[in-house]
């Protein structure tokens, strides 16, 4: 496999999990925990673990823009340059 393909399916399984962590029915069972817990840290339960999910897909995006080789702009424009100048011979 491609080190593309890798890491674009990284990124793939990483936005789809916490996707679903932020939809039902995750949300119902963390709504049920809240029912009997209202409160995180003085912080409404719901709010807090929307709120972590939300910064965790924030975090990936950033972590990913700076550690991945293909969402380097570099990278981009080498194997752009390398397509044309290898499609005009």
């Known amino acids: 496999m491609s080190l ?4 674009n399916l990284i990124v793939a399984v990483f ?4 996707l679903l962590m932020t ?16 409160l995180i ?7 807090v ?3 972590f999910w939300y910064m965790a897909m924030i975090g990936g995006l950033i ?4 550690k991945f080789k293909t969402w380097n702009v570099d990278y981009i424009e080498e194997t752009f340059d390398q397509h044309v100048d290898g ?3």
């Open 49 to 51: 673990w929307l709120q």
């Open 63 to 66: 972590w990913f823009g700076l």
């Open 15 to 18: 936005f789809i999990f916490t």
């Open 23 to 38: 939809n039902p029915p995750v949300v119902n069972w963390v709504s049920a925990y809240a029912e009997t817990n209202p």
């Open 4 to 7: 593309a393909k890798k890491e």
């Open 41 to 47: 840290f003085g912080w409404p339960t719901l709010w």
């Open 87 to 89: 499609g005009d011979k």
